[in-house]
């Protein structure tokens, strides 16, 4: 059981009182979240909780962890306010505390100690002291309001290794927001006049401020600038991990990135390197401003907000203004050409080619699960209920929850459906039913139970007159390669060899002439829009799948979600029945637009489909949006002529990549929503993750030769097992290829010749039947 951290401890108390608790990373005082089974910084936090508490389920997917806790300040707790006060002159100290009220909370950590209040309009601030000689001395204060957050008790000093505590009579998690003293709007202004004789000045007059001013057409590249020319004054307050000097500047850990080798935190080495000439990640390779590295380390998605921050810390917010807007318009061609408002050329195309296909373990599932949209909201649910979190797998599902939502009213750019087939396959018992479970919890939570679909279909008939009746709806379907074996296989019978071209005919949507089941009278089916999630082990699948599925098309229409690695054990007392208000209202708001959705989720009548209303065509953002996508479509189709071997597994790549951008887009703004370049590169992260896992899902199962193949098939199953089957297991799960273990021991003998595997006989002591297993040498 993990170690018990500070938001275990307080973190539920104080969001009940109605103050935004956040976890912080263990050892730092950054706020993180932990993703697969490490820690890494919370992207965002201040944009997804300035003005919003933590839901039920977050609180209590982070109560699970050793993390510590802050507090976010501002309008999400209530207009809290923190005022620091950095040093323990007690002058100083005196001179702050006699402009502000009397209050009963208090904390400290290393020095000083910060007092809280409530502050309806007063904004953040920061109060230096300045020397004679212009040269800023030390922090006096902090005023931490709107966009910040302080750490709490009980959570861990960085430095003194001792918890932060309490120094007042109460702490704040027992202190109601209205108990809290309320602040002037001018407290700002007070404190600044108490600490002028001690050498706070609001116009400090150094020589790089007038350089700023002068170069007003681009106040960015002078920030920068600046920062790097004074790296003391900021990056020791940015929070970073194991932040210590280093050859003239600092060095730390980049913890807003995953670990590459999979190291908890306390073991990544400090591969962030800041120095007067450059910022840079050596191990991820990536180079820094001073204005990205503060996005990075303090997760904040907006580069003002960002400028802001750092322009605070250089103390260089008062007396200054600086004009964030754009000083042009710009428009983006197909190839990449960049051309300003009066038509002049900035940078010529051609566009950036393509990258190559991501490898199966692509990040794009950390960054859904830490954007503040429908999607994340209820993939971050799905990981909080499961007993064995899957974070991809929860990302795939709440993206085909949002499709199928948002069936027949809403089509992509191109006018595709947002039909999703979903394949996800893993071991059994890691992780695959919460997904499928919890679709349908959310569904019927919101009352949309007409969208809930069977899991399978007995023919093409039958499951082309399902979508007469429920054409917007999503289909679970377990055991996946059995039901493909089912439909296929040389025993199947005559009514269910069609199914696969049904569900080929209902995934490409459009008009779709059929018969309805009872009256045998012609339908004509408009637009429907019916989904899958299915699941299986990926022998069973390979198994099942053959050539003909993959040629004809059928197998490129999924999204393929693979997990080869064991799920972190997950709650077994949350009950996925339980679904949070704000994803039930998140899936009612798509659902629930105007323009006839009642009549978009099921028939009214048998003969003829009542929903004629033309779908509404999300729009692309930019052109830079547009022009991505079609350069992806484009680099998909060049990729299938110069290599055969992935002709037949790739054709439905940017169509998929693009369902899924929309989703993103309504899943971010359903009232109106755009697709924009960001949500084109995830949904293309994800379609090629998808290729991935299948080109090798397919190659590692399903050779040429029929012996081949069982061969193959047999020592991917001992693999699957740990590297180590018995015969008799190994026989049990193959029976269907072997009559007799005779063939099966035929089989393995190839294996044996081979060297792939080497047969151990185990006599039992005392006499008895020898058995024998197989194993997988090394």
């Known amino acids: 059981m993990a170690e018990q951290g500070a938001y275990s401890q307080v973190g539920a108390k104080l969001v009940e009182r109605g103050y935004a608790a956040i976890p912080i990373m263990p050892g730092t005082k950054r706020p993180g979240e932990i993703r697969g089974r490490e820690w890494v910084g919370m992207w965002d936090w201040q944009g997804r909780y300035s003005k ?347 993206l085909a929850l949002v499709g199928t939502a948002s069936s027949r009213q809403l089509v992509t750019p191109t006018f595709s459906n947002l039909n999703l087939y979903v394949l996800i396959t893993t071991r059994s018992g ?64 005559p009514h269910t060899l069609k199914i696969m071209a049904a569900m080929r005919t209902l995934w490409d949507g459009g008009a779709i002439k059929t018969t309805h089941a009872l009256t045998r009278g012609s339908v004509l089916l408009r637009n429907p829009c019916v989904s899958m999630i299915c699941a299986s082990t990926p022998g069973q699948f390979y198994d099942a799948i053959g050539s003909a599925q993959v040629l004809n098309g059928f197998l490129n229409r999924f999204l393929l979600v693979n997990a080869a690695g064991d799920a972190p054990r997950g709650a077994d007392d949350r009950d996925i029945a339980d679904v949070p208000p704000a994803i039930v209202d998140g899936i009612l708001s798509i659902a629930n637009r105007p323009g006839g959705m009642t009549a978009a989720r099921f028939r009214t009548s048998p003969a003829e489909d009542q929903f004629n209303e033309r779908p509404y065509r999300v729009p692309w953002r930019d052109e830079a949006a547009r022009a991505r996508w079609m350069s992806y479509e484009d680099h998909n189709l060049a990729r299938m002529k110069d290599d055969a071997s992935i002709e037949a597994f790739a054709p439905r790549c940017a169509q998929n990549a693009l369902k899924l951008a929309t989703i993103m887009a309504i899943g971010e703004n359903a009232g109106d929503p755009t697709v924009s370049r960001e949500h084109v590169e995830l949904g293309i992260e994800i379609a090629e993750a998808s290729l991935c896992d299948m080109l090798a899902g397919y190659n590692n199962h399903v050779p040429e030769s029929a012996t081949a193949s069982l061969a193959a098939k047999a020592l991917q199953r001992i693999k699957d097992a740990g590297g180590e089957m018995s015969r008799r297991d190994l026989f049990r799960s193959m029976k269907r290829a072997f009559k007799k273990t005779q063939e099966l021991d035929d089989l393995m003998k190839t294996l044996v010749e081979a060297g792939d595997i080497v047969v151990v006989a185990t006599a039992p002591e005392g006499g008895g039947k020898t058995t024998f297993s197989y194993h997988v040498p090394g």
């Open 430 to 493: 890691n992780g695959k039913d919460a997904p499928m479970k919890a679709v349908k919890s959310v569904l019927g939570a919101a009352r949309l139970d007409e969208m809930i679909g069977p899991d399978g279909a007995a023919s093409d008939v039958g499951l082309l007159d399902y979508a007469n009746r429920q054409p917007a709806s999503i289909m679970s379907v377990d055991e996946f390669g059995d039901f493909i074996a089912a439909t296929t296989g040389q025993r199947a019978a």
């Open 52 to 398: 919003r508490l933590p839901t039920e389920y977050e609180v209590g997917l982070w109560s699970d962890g050793d993390g510590g806790v802050c507090v976010v300040t501002g309008p999400a707790s209530h207009d809290l306010i923190g005022i620091d006060i950095d040093v323990d002159d007690e002058p100083i100290v005196a001179a702050i505390k006699g402009v502000l009220p009397p209050t009963p909370v208090s904390k400290t950590g290393q020095k000083g100690e910060t007092l809280f209040f409530r502050g309806p309009g007063v904004p953040s601030r920061s109060f230096t002291e300045y020397l004679p000689d212009g040269k800023r001395g030390r922090r006096l204060c902090d005023l931490i309001g709107p966009g910040r957050q302080t750490v709490l008790p009980p959570t861990i000093h960085p430095d003194t290794k001792q918890p932060y505590r309490w120094i007042a009579g109460e702490a704040l998690e027992n202190v109601d927001p209205d108990e809290l003293p309320v602040l002037p709007p001018d407290i700002g202004d007070r404190i600044a006049e108490a600490l002028s004789p001690f050498g706070y000045r609001p116009e400090p007059s150094r020589q790089h401020v007038r350089q700023m001013t002068e170069d007003a057409d681009n106040p960015f590249r002078s920030l920068n600038d600046m920062a790097m020319a004074n790296l003391p004054d900021w990056v020791p307050r940015l929070g970073l991990y194991k932040c210590q000097p280093y050859q003239g500047g600092y060095r730390a850990v980049a913890t807003w990135r995953a670990s590459y080798g999979g190291r908890p935190l306390e073991k990544r080495s400090p591969n962030l390197k800041i120095h007067p000439q450059g910022i840079r990640d050596f191990h991820d390779d990536r180079s820094y401003t001073p204005i990205d590295l503060v996005q990075e380390a303090c997760g904040i998605a907006d580069a003002g907000d960002a400028f802001r921050h750092l322009s605070e810390m250089l103390g260089l917010t008062e007396g200054l203004a600086f004009d964030l807007r754009p000083r042009a318009s710009y428009t983006l061609t197909e190839d990449g050409t960049l051309i300003d408002e009066d038509g002049v050329v900035v940078r010529q195309g051609p566009a950036p080619a393509p990258p190559e296909p991501r490898p199966a373990g692509t990040s794009y599932d950390e960054a859904i699960l830490a954007s503040d949209t429908l999607v994340g909201d209820i993939a971050r649910w799905i990981l909080y209920v499961a007993r064995r979190p899957q974070p991809r797998f929860a990302v795939a599902a709440a």
